[in-house]
């Protein structure tokens, strides 16, 4: 038996996906996060965007407290409504 595909959650403090490795959200989790969100766009901004300020701390913590940049784009651009 196969064991079930791990979900595309981030690894904190870096904000990698704990399947594939890519910066968070990898195009698997915006997938996923579409999909749970399709009726609630707005509540979905707002989860990305207590995500973004949590990665944004930890982040910077280990980049020597400079903010990562495009952290926008990252988390909330491909999220809006089109
Ligand atoms: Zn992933």
Do not use: I, K
């Not at 969100?37 to 207590?50: K, Q």
């Not at 973004?52 to 491909?78: C, D, I, K, V, Y």
């Amino acid at each position: 038996m196969s064991r079930p595909p791990r979900p595309h959650l981030p690894m904190r403090p870096l904000w990698r996906c704990r399947a594939c490795g890519a910066e968070w959200p990898c195009q698997a989790a915006r997938l996923a996060l579409l999909v749970d969100y399709r009726d609630d766009r707005a509540g979905l901004l707002v989860y990305l965007s207590t995500l973004m300020a949590e990665a944004g701390t930890q982040l910077s913590q280990l980049n020597g407290h400079a903010l990562p940049e495009n952290l926008t784009e990252r988390f909330l651009a491909w999220a809006r409504a089109r």
